[in-house]
């Protein structure tokens, strides 16, 4: 251990940020009701429309992975227009 780091006490923490891509497919014909939805959850820090398979890329951030997978599963993929998704959990290299 470093002598020279400073100590933290049990009760302080170190919070990481989980950070992901959500890859969207959207329904033709839905996409402003669909984005301004999308738009208002709190984890989404970026959004990016995209030409290819997918229509957008969600930049999310959340505490902590189950709460990333409890967001895509139970809000983003239960909003009416969102055909599919992909979550891409990243990491610093």
């Given at each position: 251990m470093d002598e020279n780091a400073?100590?933290?006490?049990?009760?302080?923490?170190?919070?990481?940020?989980?950070?992901?891509?959500v890859l969207v497919k959207?329904?033709?014909?839905?996409?402003?009701?669909?984005?301004?939805?999308?738009?208002?959850?709190?984890?989404?820090?970026h959004m990016s429309a995209v030409f290819?398979?997918?229509d957008l890329v969600l930049d999310m951030e959340t505490d902590d992975l189950p709460t990333l997978s409890n967001i895509?599963?139970?809000e983003i993929r239960c909003i009416p227009g969102v055909l599919t998704t992909e979550t891409l959990v990243t990491t610093s290299l």
């Open positions: 400073p100590r933290r006490s049990s009760s302080q923490e170190i919070k990481a940020m989980v950070t992901g891509l959207l329904m033709p014909g839905k996409e402003k009701q669909t984005l301004s939805k999308l738009k208002a959850l709190k984890s989404v820090v290819g398979r997918w895509v599963v139970q």
